[in-house]
Protein backbone atom coordinates (compact mmCIF):
# COMPACT_ATOMS: atom_id res chain seq x y z
CA UNK A 1 0.00 0.00 0.00
CA UNK A 2 1.34 3.02 -1.14
CA UNK A 3 0.51 6.34 0.69
CA UNK A 4 0.14 10.09 -0.70
CA UNK A 5 -1.63 13.62 0.43
CA UNK A 6 -3.21 12.29 -3.26
CA UNK A 7 -4.93 8.83 -3.16
CA UNK A 8 -4.92 9.94 -7.29
CA UNK A 9 -0.84 10.46 -6.82
CA UNK A 10 -0.64 6.91 -4.54
CA UNK A 11 -2.78 5.30 -6.89
CA UNK A 12 -0.45 6.51 -10.37
CA UNK A 13 2.63 5.44 -8.47
CA UNK A 14 1.17 2.42 -7.30
CA UNK A 15 0.66 1.05 -10.83
CA UNK A 16 4.03 2.49 -11.58
CA UNK A 17 5.39 -0.23 -9.11
CA UNK A 18 3.68 -2.98 -9.92
CA UNK A 19 4.72 -3.07 -13.62
CA UNK A 20 8.31 -2.38 -12.28
CA UNK A 21 7.52 -5.86 -10.38
CA UNK A 22 6.30 -7.62 -12.99
CA UNK A 23 3.47 -10.45 -13.17
CA UNK A 24 3.15 -12.37 -9.98
CA UNK A 25 4.13 -10.02 -7.55
CA UNK A 26 1.67 -8.86 -4.24
CA UNK A 27 -0.60 -6.23 -5.46
CA UNK A 28 0.34 -3.06 -4.70
CA UNK A 29 -2.20 -0.50 -4.11
CA UNK A 30 -2.40 3.35 -3.80
CA UNK A 31 -4.29 5.33 -1.41
CA UNK A 32 -4.37 8.70 0.75
CA UNK A 33 -2.25 8.51 3.75
CA UNK A 34 -4.84 7.86 6.45
CA UNK A 35 -5.35 4.46 5.14
CA UNK A 36 -2.35 3.49 4.47
CA UNK A 37 -1.39 4.57 7.87
CA UNK A 38 -3.36 1.55 9.11
CA UNK A 39 -0.99 -1.11 7.22
CA UNK A 40 0.21 -2.92 10.50
CA UNK A 41 3.90 -1.67 9.42
CA UNK A 42 3.86 1.58 8.41
CA UNK A 43 6.90 3.04 6.59
CA UNK A 44 6.97 6.99 6.81
CA UNK A 45 9.40 8.13 3.92
CA UNK A 46 9.02 11.71 3.77
CA UNK A 47 11.39 14.21 4.15
CA UNK A 48 12.73 15.31 7.94
CA UNK A 49 11.23 19.02 7.03
CA UNK A 50 7.49 16.91 6.69
CA UNK A 51 7.99 14.37 9.28
CA UNK A 52 5.83 15.96 12.09
CA UNK A 53 3.47 18.03 10.11
CA UNK A 54 2.53 14.06 8.49
CA UNK A 55 2.43 11.89 11.30
CA UNK A 56 0.72 14.40 14.14
CA UNK A 57 -2.59 13.95 12.54
CA UNK A 58 -2.03 10.80 12.27
CA UNK A 59 -0.81 9.84 15.62
CA UNK A 60 -4.06 8.32 16.74
CA UNK A 61 -3.83 5.69 13.92
CA UNK A 62 -0.41 5.26 14.63
CA UNK A 63 -0.91 3.55 17.98
CA UNK A 64 0.04 0.26 18.64
CA UNK A 65 1.77 0.17 14.98
CA UNK A 66 5.16 -0.63 14.17
CA UNK A 67 6.21 3.04 12.32
CA UNK A 68 9.35 2.58 10.05
CA UNK A 69 11.34 6.28 10.42
CA UNK A 70 13.86 6.25 7.32
CA UNK A 71 14.33 10.31 7.57
CA UNK A 72 17.91 11.73 7.34
CA UNK A 73 17.86 15.46 8.19
CA UNK A 74 20.29 17.00 6.11
CA UNK A 75 20.82 19.89 3.96
CA UNK A 76 22.78 19.81 0.46
CA UNK A 77 24.21 23.50 -0.05
CA UNK A 78 27.14 24.33 -2.43
CA UNK A 79 29.94 22.58 -0.36
CA UNK A 80 27.58 18.93 -0.20
CA UNK A 81 25.38 17.20 2.25
CA UNK A 82 25.46 18.25 5.36
CA UNK A 83 24.18 16.64 8.97
CA UNK A 84 21.23 19.29 10.36
CA UNK A 85 20.59 19.05 14.33
CA UNK A 86 17.60 17.52 15.39
CA UNK A 87 16.14 18.70 18.98
CA UNK A 88 15.86 15.51 20.04
CA UNK A 89 18.75 14.22 18.96
CA UNK A 90 17.41 12.41 15.71
CA UNK A 91 15.12 12.19 13.73
CA UNK A 92 13.69 8.59 14.64
CA UNK A 93 13.74 10.04 18.06
CA UNK A 94 11.21 13.26 16.54
CA UNK A 95 9.55 10.34 15.05
CA UNK A 96 8.65 8.50 18.30
CA UNK A 97 7.59 12.02 19.83
CA UNK A 98 4.96 12.55 17.11
CA UNK A 99 3.54 9.73 17.56
CA UNK A 100 3.07 8.81 21.17
CA UNK A 101 2.38 4.78 21.64
CA UNK A 102 3.43 3.48 18.14
CA UNK A 103 6.57 0.88 18.27
CA UNK A 104 8.95 3.31 16.17
CA UNK A 105 11.60 1.56 14.33
CA UNK A 106 14.57 3.32 12.07
CA UNK A 107 16.12 1.65 9.29
CA UNK A 108 16.89 2.08 5.61
CA UNK A 109 18.87 5.35 5.92
CA UNK A 110 22.04 4.25 4.29
CA UNK A 111 20.18 2.59 1.28
CA UNK A 112 19.93 5.13 -1.85
CA UNK A 113 16.30 5.04 -3.77
CA UNK A 114 18.06 4.74 -6.69
CA UNK A 115 19.55 1.27 -5.75
CA UNK A 116 16.40 -0.04 -4.40
CA UNK A 117 15.03 0.62 -8.08
CA UNK A 118 17.76 -0.06 -10.11
CA UNK A 119 18.44 -3.28 -12.20
CA UNK A 120 22.03 -3.86 -10.29
CA UNK A 121 22.06 -6.69 -7.44
CA UNK A 122 22.32 -5.22 -4.02
CA UNK A 123 24.46 -5.98 -1.90
CA UNK A 124 24.39 -3.79 1.74
CA UNK A 125 23.88 -3.54 5.33
CA UNK A 126 20.95 -2.18 6.80
CA UNK A 127 20.40 -1.05 10.56
CA UNK A 128 17.92 -1.26 12.25
CA UNK A 129 17.67 0.72 15.55
CA UNK A 130 14.26 0.75 17.83
CA UNK A 131 13.38 0.53 21.88
CA UNK A 132 11.12 -2.39 20.92
CA UNK A 133 12.65 -5.77 20.35
CA UNK A 134 9.99 -7.28 18.95
CA UNK A 135 9.01 -4.43 16.30
CA UNK A 136 12.76 -4.21 15.35
CA UNK A 137 12.58 -7.96 14.60
CA UNK A 138 9.91 -7.86 12.14
CA UNK A 139 11.52 -4.91 10.30
CA UNK A 140 14.97 -7.35 10.30
CA UNK A 141 12.78 -10.08 8.90
CA UNK A 142 10.91 -7.52 6.14
CA UNK A 143 14.31 -5.84 4.92
CA UNK A 144 15.99 -9.24 5.02
CA UNK A 145 13.24 -10.42 2.44
CA UNK A 146 15.05 -7.72 0.11
CA UNK A 147 17.01 -9.37 -1.69
CA UNK A 148 20.76 -8.62 -1.19
CA UNK A 149 20.17 -6.17 1.74
CA UNK A 150 21.07 -7.61 5.43
CA UNK A 151 19.52 -6.39 8.24
CA UNK A 152 21.29 -6.20 11.12
CA UNK A 153 19.30 -5.80 15.02
CA UNK A 154 21.60 -2.01 15.76
CA UNK A 155 19.77 -2.27 19.01
CA UNK A 156 17.86 0.66 20.77
CA UNK A 157 16.82 3.83 18.80
CA UNK A 158 19.06 6.06 20.24
CA UNK A 159 21.39 4.00 17.79
CA UNK A 160 19.49 6.40 15.02
CA UNK A 161 21.99 9.32 15.17
CA UNK A 162 24.39 7.49 14.26
CA UNK A 163 22.83 5.48 11.27
CA UNK A 164 21.36 9.21 10.47
CA UNK A 165 24.36 10.91 10.00
CA UNK A 166 26.28 8.33 8.10
CA UNK A 167 24.09 9.29 4.95
CA UNK A 168 25.91 12.47 4.06
CA UNK A 169 28.90 11.24 4.77
CA UNK A 170 28.10 8.77 2.34
CA UNK A 171 26.79 10.83 -0.34
CA UNK A 172 30.34 13.15 0.29
CA UNK A 173 32.30 9.78 -0.51
CA UNK A 174 30.09 9.45 -3.68
CA UNK A 175 30.89 12.74 -5.04
CA UNK A 176 34.75 12.29 -3.85
CA UNK A 177 35.22 8.98 -5.60
CA UNK A 178 32.41 9.97 -8.54
CA UNK A 179 30.73 6.63 -7.26
CA UNK A 180 27.44 5.48 -5.75
CA UNK A 181 28.17 4.12 -2.58
CA UNK A 182 26.07 1.02 -0.08
CA UNK A 183 27.15 0.03 3.19
CA UNK A 184 28.91 -3.07 4.08
CA UNK A 185 30.06 -4.22 7.43
CA UNK A 186 32.83 -6.94 7.56
CA UNK A 187 33.42 -9.41 10.13
CA UNK A 188 30.04 -10.48 10.17
CA UNK A 189 29.06 -14.41 10.10
CA UNK A 190 27.98 -15.55 6.99
CA UNK A 191 24.47 -15.79 6.07
CA UNK A 192 23.11 -13.09 7.89
CA UNK A 193 23.96 -12.68 11.21
CA UNK A 194 21.29 -13.84 13.16
CA UNK A 195 20.54 -11.06 16.31
CA UNK A 196 21.88 -13.14 19.81
N1 LIG B 1 15.92 9.01 -1.62
C1 LIG B 1 16.82 8.23 -1.02
O1 LIG B 1 17.68 7.60 -1.67
C2 LIG B 1 16.81 8.07 0.48
C3 LIG B 1 17.72 7.19 1.10
C4 LIG B 1 17.67 7.03 2.48
C5 LIG B 1 16.75 7.75 3.24
N2 LIG B 1 15.90 8.62 2.60
C6 LIG B 1 14.93 9.35 3.43
O2 LIG B 1 13.65 8.87 3.08
C7 LIG B 1 12.70 9.93 3.11
C8 LIG B 1 12.01 10.02 1.75
O3 LIG B 1 13.00 10.33 0.77
P1 LIG B 1 12.57 10.69 -0.71
O4 LIG B 1 13.82 10.90 -1.48
O5 LIG B 1 11.56 9.69 -1.21
O6 LIG B 1 11.86 12.10 -0.47
P2 LIG B 1 10.96 12.96 -1.45
O7 LIG B 1 10.92 12.31 -2.80
O8 LIG B 1 11.41 14.37 -1.35
O9 LIG B 1 9.52 12.91 -0.76
C9 LIG B 1 8.79 11.69 -0.68
C10 LIG B 1 7.32 12.04 -0.58
O10 LIG B 1 7.04 12.74 0.63
C11 LIG B 1 5.79 13.40 0.47
N3 LIG B 1 5.89 14.75 1.05
C12 LIG B 1 6.72 15.75 0.67
N4 LIG B 1 6.50 16.86 1.41
C13 LIG B 1 5.50 16.54 2.27
C14 LIG B 1 4.81 17.26 3.29
N5 LIG B 1 5.10 18.55 3.56
N6 LIG B 1 3.85 16.61 4.01
C15 LIG B 1 3.55 15.32 3.73
N7 LIG B 1 4.16 14.59 2.75
C16 LIG B 1 5.13 15.19 2.06
C17 LIG B 1 5.54 13.50 -1.03
O11 LIG B 1 4.48 12.59 -1.33
P3 LIG B 1 3.00 13.11 -1.73
O12 LIG B 1 3.20 14.43 -2.42
O13 LIG B 1 2.54 12.04 -2.64
O14 LIG B 1 2.24 13.20 -0.44
C18 LIG B 1 6.82 13.00 -1.65
O15 LIG B 1 6.64 12.33 -2.86
C19 LIG B 1 13.48 11.20 3.46
O16 LIG B 1 13.31 11.48 4.83
C20 LIG B 1 14.93 10.84 3.17
O17 LIG B 1 15.81 11.51 4.04
C21 LIG B 1 15.90 8.79 1.26
Not at 51 to 69: C, D, H, M, S, T
Not at 76 to 87: C, E, F, K, L, Y
Not at 101 to 116: D, E, I, M, N
Not at 152 to 173: F, S, Y
Request: proline content about 9%; overall charge negative.
Amino acid sequence: MVGSRDADRAQALAAELADLAGPGAAPIAGAANPAAAEAPVVCVAVPYAAQAELVVPLAPLLRGRIVVGTAVPMVVTGDGPSAVAVPQGSAALALADSCPGARVVAALHTVSARHLLGPAALAEDVLVTSDDAEARAVVVDLIARIPGLRALDAGPLAGAAATERLTPVLLRLNRRYRTELGLRLSGLPDPAAAPR
